[in-house]
């Protein structure tokens, strides 16, 4: 916290914009690295608990759909109507949703939970929804390099698409952090907002194809799912890039990353509007 603490003052006084920027970057790598140390502390495992418990989301997932309700599906270069085809493909569309509710779940307390540091005048308050969601990220990136080992031993290649992957995770951060800003704010004045988001992002989950296949939801629904919900979209091109090593749904990524930036550009706003009262009601 010294450490911290040290940092926050050096970027709370006013130095030049190009070193106020690195040293707030500075801040929150240091913030990250913290959060991914005590997350596990004097744990055994550590840190490989979060792939264990995505693996253990696979494994749940795949018998349920795979197994008992027969759900098959066929990728060039795997077995056909395999329960591993199914797995890696379910996998490839869990890991950028995991990243994401875990991210944004945390980030909505990130300013409730941190009152100290919201009472220091010199912190830089807008780090703080950062924080978890790039804790999430870095630990989806855990499952991402296992997936990819995986898929390179089944299908006995690596697709140069995977080079593509960071242009995903743009969309993907992007989202994240604008409904973590604005949970994060409003949650400071609702304190049901933690609650009320589990809830919608259960809805959510399931009306996003990630543990179906996207062509059994009717033709004249598709369309709205793919180019109205960016997680939809992120999650397809995430199996583009990393099964099929082609671009399917290029338009549908494009217009997920539009949207994310306007949701982005929408909960920062309204979390800097509603900033300067964070110290006086916690």
């Known amino acids: 916290m010294k450490e911290v603490a040290q940092k926050a003052r050096r970027v709370g006084g ?76 379910l996998f490839a569309g869990l890991l950028p949703w995991t990243a994401f509710t875990s991210g944004l779940i945390k980030s909505g307390v990130s300013v409730v939970g941190q009152p100290n540091l919201v009472k220091k005048v010199v912190f830089p308050l807008g780090l703080l929804p950062l924080v978890p969601i790039f804790t999430a990220f870095i630990e989806s990136s855990l499952g991402l390099a296992a997936l ?10 690596l697709n140069a698409t995977l080079c593509l992957l960071p242009l995903v995770w743009i969309p993907q951060l992007l989202i994240t952090a604008g409904l973590g800003y604005l949970t994060a704010g409003l949650t400071v004045f609702l304190r049901d907002i933690p609650q009320t988001l589990g809830v919608i992002l259960n809805f959510w989950f399931y009306l996003t194809p990630i543990v179906y296949p996207a062509s059994i939801i009717p033709q004249e629904w598709r369309g709205w799912v793919f180019w109205l919900n960016p997680m939809a979209a992120i999650s397809e091109v995430y199996r583009d890039l990393i099964l099929l090593g082609e671009v399917k749904h290029g338009g549908e990524w494009g217009v997920a990353t539009l949207i994310s930036a306007a949701i982005f550009c929408g909960g920062w706003a309204v979390y800097r509007r509603l900033r300067p009262a964070f110290a006086d009601v916690l």
């Open 148 to 157: 990819i080992v995986i898929v390179a031993v089944s299908s006995q290649k």
């Open 14 to 89: 006013r130095p030049p914009a190009s070193r106020q920027r690195w040293a707030k970057l500075n801040l929150l790598a240091t913030l990250v690295r913290r959060d991914l140390e005590a997350q596990y502390k004097g744990s055994i495992l550590g840190n490989f608990w979060p792939l264990l418990n995505q693996l253990s989301q696979l494994v749940i997932y795949t018998y349920v759909f795979s197994i008992v309700l027969k759900v098959k599906l066929s990728l060039a270069g795997f077995p056909e109507n395999s329960d591993i085809t199914f797995g890696v493909w």
